[in-house]
């Protein structure tokens, strides 16, 4: 299927953590548009299937990792199927699922249906890094922990945080690290985020071999970015202008 011709109606925005899953998305409208979408591009014939009772469909998660692919298994099966716990191993760093996992099964009505979880399908290349549009899209599955926090560097991705809230207006990290007033210098940022947060840590000079004390940028850029994982600069969607152009 061409992805350019997925209709605006198909895309669904999950909230997996909601204690509400209704309200996180997880409602009828979901499971009809997947079966809808399953006979629109199979050769199944719809007035066959109504009389075929053996019929089910198996239907591979894929995507980049650390997206909640296994949490959404495991929802859909705790609200379609009304059972408890995790058929599916999840975690909050990526890498946690390995390989094709057995199948689970979803829903019984009106077909039963059955997930295949599988692990992340980035593999990040920077030597094919030929646009700036490749680099940013890097640096956005860095911000949200697609990619190791540590191969970027908890700095970089903090500057390309600001970067992408200054320029879409968002300055709730003024008062987050208790600033004047909004900053394009990383360094500043963080600066007032330590005294803040009292994330300063001593050095001792080479060449007096004085101690002072330094802000803890390491610290507070992972702080930054914890902040934002968490919502706590609002949503923030990172390819709004892609879909603004498409639409």
Same mark, same amino acid.
């Not at 953590?17 to 009828?28: E, F, N, P, T």
């Not at 007032?192 to 001792?204: M, P």
């Given at each position: 299927m061409?992805?350019?011709?997925?209709?605006?109606?198909?895309?669904?925005?999950?909230?997996?953590?909601?204690?509400?899953?209704?309200? @996180?998305?997880?409602?009828?409208?979901?499971?009809?548009?997947?079966?809808?979408s399953?006979? !629109?591009?199979?050769?199944?014939?719809?007035?066959?299937?109504?009389?075929?009772?053996?019929?089910?469909?198996?239907?591979?998660?894929? #995507?980049?990792?650390?997206?909640?692919?296994?949490?959404?298994?495991?929802?859909?099966?705790?609200?379609?199927?009304?059972?408890?716990?995790?058929?599916?191993?999840? @975690?909050?760093?990526? #890498?946690?699922?390995?390989?094709?996992?057995? !199948?689970?099964?979803?829903?019984?009505?009106?077909?039963?249906?059955?997930?295949?979880?599988?692990? #992340?399908?980035?593999?990040?290349?920077?030597?094919?890094?030929?646009?700036?549009?490749?680099?940013?899209?890097?640096?956005?599955?860095?911000?949200?922990?697609?990619?190791?926090?540590?191969?970027? @560097?908890?700095?970089?991705?903090?500057?390309?945080?600001?970067?992408?809230?200054?320029?879409?207006?968002?300055?709730?990290?003024?008062?987050?690290?208790?600033?004047?007033?909004?900053?394009?210098?990383?360094?500043?940022?963080?600066?007032?985020?330590?005294?803040r947060?009292?994330?300063?840590?001593?050095?001792?000079?080479?060449?007096? #071999?004085? !101690?002072?004390?330094?802000?803890n940028?390491?610290?507070?850029?992972?702080?930054?970015?914890?902040?934002?994982? !968490?919502?706590?600069? @609002?949503?923030?969607?990172l390819?709004?202008?892609?879909?603004?152009?498409r639409w």
């Amino acid at each position: 299927m061409d992805s350019k011709n997925v209709p605006v109606k198909d895309i669904f925005f999950m909230d997996s953590l909601s204690g509400d899953a209704r309200r @996180g998305g997880y409602d009828d409208r979901l499971l009809t548009t997947i079966l809808n979408s399953i006979e !629109k591009h199979s050769n199944i014939d719809t007035n066959r299937a109504l009389f075929m009772e053996d019929i089910k469909y198996c239907l591979l998660v894929m #995507g980049i990792p650390n997206v909640g692919k296994s949490t959404v298994i495991n929802r859909l099966r705790n609200v379609y199927l009304r059972k408890a716990g995790r058929a599916t191993v999840t @975690g909050p760093k990526a #890498g946690v699922t390995k390989a094709v996992l057995e !199948k689970i099964k979803i829903c019984d009505n009106p077909r039963p249906i059955y997930l295949f979880d599988t692990p #992340g399908i980035l593999e990040p290349s920077f030597h094919r890094l030929n646009s700036d549009a490749d680099r940013e899209a890097l640096m956005k599955c860095a911000l949200c922990g697609n990619i190791a926090d540590n191969v970027v @560097g908890p700095e970089l991705i903090a500057d390309y945080l600001l970067f992408w809230l200054n320029k879409h207006n968002n300055h709730l990290y003024v008062d987050f690290f208790g600033m004047p007033g909004p900053s394009n210098e990383i360094a500043e940022v963080l600066t007032y985020g330590a005294i803040r947060f009292d994330a300063l840590k001593q050095t001792r000079s080479f060449e007096t #071999g004085e !101690k002072t004390v330094i802000p803890n940028m390491h610290e507070m850029a992972e702080k930054f970015i914890r902040a934002f994982r !968490k919502g706590e600069f @609002g949503a923030c969607f990172l390819d709004r202008e892609h879909l603004e152009s498409r639409w």
